[in-house]
């Protein structure tokens, strides 16, 4: 409603927006040759092999902190080549490099290794080297928003350990191609722990060897492509129980967790809560979970949470929403634990659709975050999924774009979560057509299956599916801090409206409507028009659906 109070909101809006401005003009931060080595997607170094499977065979020492053992590289070369590139943290040492059996040089710059071979690998042939390492890992001392390995104890004193990794990478604690643009097709993930512990990892237990000198080797086999920063290694006092067979779109699903003993009352009460109304809706939204040959696992993790593919990190305590807490602010995020549902997500967006740089991670959170609000939906009904992602809002700074830097492994502005849930509501509220709006979600999925991508062609997809070109609107939210304006005047008995935006040409059609009456969808350019639809419109009884629009409205 055009009132007093909309145009305070309006103030505060740009109240926001002016500081987001000021921090833009801070001098951006300057990336190294560290920083491309890293992120760069388009070096032949990287792009010469085309990666197959991997074989990470580690054993840890909790006590000291140490790992080591060795990762077998298998690829396709796309290219000939004689050297290439595969990365790793410079405090972890590179024992050495073997290829048919053969030490073959490397050299080392920053996080980077080059290997060079003693011929030329040719393009289209099947080839592998191993690299075998050791060292003391990283220790993440906030994880998961620092990377590395945590090491802490249970209740009794015995080691619980686990790694975190996203955004910092996985080479911080095992030898890989670090970037999301070349999944592997398929891994062997082996770990060894002292005995009375177990290494709980992603895909399926394959089996479990007694070795020498007291430890225990734990082989899990991943049949799905599977993201780097995904692959996890969980080594604790580990219980086992089954969460039964879901019957989903493709199937039986296997469900398994993974807890502490003083964990586990409370586990089985919370999964059984959360689990199965979780995977009926993302199934529901996005379609079939997309990894059912791996099987489904909630893992006990001494931090707060992270989406390891087929293994998803759990630590929110046993209790409902975020640490107990409603980040909406609306009493509907109180009824569900948040990391369950949250992290389950990026089942679908994340680990099924992987970004190939990441600072288009908007997909992965963006989506994730509006996952939320379908499970809102799914469980209480749209009103209240509305109203959840309203209240995501109280989250947003409006501090810089959600798009960042590419080719140096750099994300965009934290709004890439509520702002960009907030962003696919309203593209569902312009093509006003739920049916079609949850066909899109799960052609999304579908499309792209098992694919690593990048926005653009995510934004190419909604523009070719919906029949409708919403470039300029993805444009505005994730190029821009600043929110678009609605600009809205009345001059001889009519009203006129135009958009206020950054974006040359910005088009999004608006919801507004006579006080008591209908919405109708307005067409609107950067250009006043004067907005037939509503006849006798006046300041007093125009409204304009800011609860479905994340927008600023300004009226003269």
């Given amino acids: 409603m055009m009132n007093n109070k909309a145009l305070t909101l309006l103030l505060l809006l740009l109240g926001s ?37 991997y074989h990470l065979d580690v054993k840890l020492d909790p006590a000291k902190r140490f790992i080591s053992g060795s990762n077998l590289f298998r690829f396709t070369a796309a290219q000939d080549f004689t050297r290439l590139q ?6 972890l040492k590179v024992e050495k490099v073997l290829y048919q059996g053969q030490e073959v040089p490397f050299t080392r710059e920053a996080n980077a290794v080059f290997v ?43 080691p619980w350990v686990a790694t975190a990794c996203q955004g910092t990478g996985a080479s911080i604690w095992w030898p890989t191609k670090d970037q999301q643009a070349d999944e592997v097709d398929s891994m062997l993930i082996s770990v060894s722990v002292p005995n009375g512990l177990k290494d709980v990892s992603n895909g399926r237990l394959r089996k479990t060897t007694k ?49 502490l003993p003083e964990n586990l ?5 919370q999964f059984a809560d959360n689990v199965p109304p979780m995977l009926k809706s993302m199934e529901n939204w996005f379609g079939p979970y997309p990894f059912y040959e791996d099987g489904y696992k909630l893992v006990d993790a001494p931090h707060l949470g992270m989406e390891h593919q087929s293994a998803v990190a759990y630590g929110n305590k046993y209790q409902n929403g975020y640490l107990g ?61 509305q109203k959840y992602i309203h209240g995501q809002r109280r989250n947003i700074q409006n501090n810089g774009p959600i798009i960042g830097p590419y080719g140096v492994n750099q994300e965009g502005s934290g709004d890439m979560y509520d702002k960009g849930s907030n962003l696919l509501n309203m593209l569902r509220t312009v093509i006003n057509d739920d049916a079609k709006w949850r066909q899109l979600l799960r052609g999304l999925s579908s499309t792209f299956y098992h694919q690593t991508v990048t ?30 304006t609605l600009e809205i005047r009345f001059e001889n008995n009519q009203v006129l409206a135009r958009w206020v935006s950054d974006v040359k040409g ?25 907005v037939k639809e509503l006849a006798g419109a006046t300041k007093e009884n125009l409204e304009v659906d800011t609860f479905n629009y994340y927008i600023g409205v300004l009226v003269e």
Wanted: proline share 5%; with cysteine.
């Fill in 17 to 53: 927006v002016g500081t987001a401005t000021a921090q833009l003009l801070q001098p951006k931060p300057a990336f190294t040759r560290a920083d491309s080595l890293r992120g760069s997607l388009t070096t032949p170094l990287r792009t010469c092999y085309d990666l197959n499977y």
């Fill in 86 to 91: 595969f990365d790793l943290f410079a405090n």
């Fill in 116 to 158: 060079t071979f003693p011929k030329p690998i040719a393009q289209g042939s099947r080839d592998e080297f191993k690299v075998y390492y050791s060292g003391n890992p990283t220790v993440a001392k906030k994880a998961p928003w620092d990377g590395g390995m945590v090491f802490t104890q249970d209740a009794k004193g015995k």
């Fill in 211 to 259: 070795l020498k000198g007291g430890y225990t080797r734990f082989d899990w086999a991943v049949r799905n492509p599977i993201n780097n920063y995904d692959v996890a290694l969980n080594v604790g006092n580990y219980q086992h129980f089954s969460g039964g067979t879901y019957a989903g779109e493709k199937g039986p699903l296997t469900v398994d967790y993974w807890v």
């Fill in 265 to 269: 009352a409370k586990a089985k009460k």
């Fill in 325 to 385: 807490n409603d980040r909406s602010a609306t009493g509907w995020g109180s009824k569900w634990d948040f990391i369950i549902i949250h992290e389950s997500g990026h089942e679908w967006f994340g680990n099924n659709i992987t970004t190939k740089d990441i600072a288009d991670m908007w997909v992965h959170e963006g989506f994730t975050c509006y996952s939320e609000a379908l499970f809102v939906e799914s469980q209480f009904g749209k009103q209240a999924g």
């Fill in 455 to 484: 926005g653009q062609q995510v934004i190419d997809y909604f523009n070719r599916e919906s029949g409708r070109d919403l470039t300029k609107i993805f444009d505005q939210y994730l190029r821009h801090p600043s929110l678009p």
């Fill in 506 to 530: 910005f088009d999004m059609p608006v919801r507004m409507r006579l006080k008591g009456g209908e919405y109708q969808f307005i067409p609107l350019t950067t250009k006043f028009e004067p």
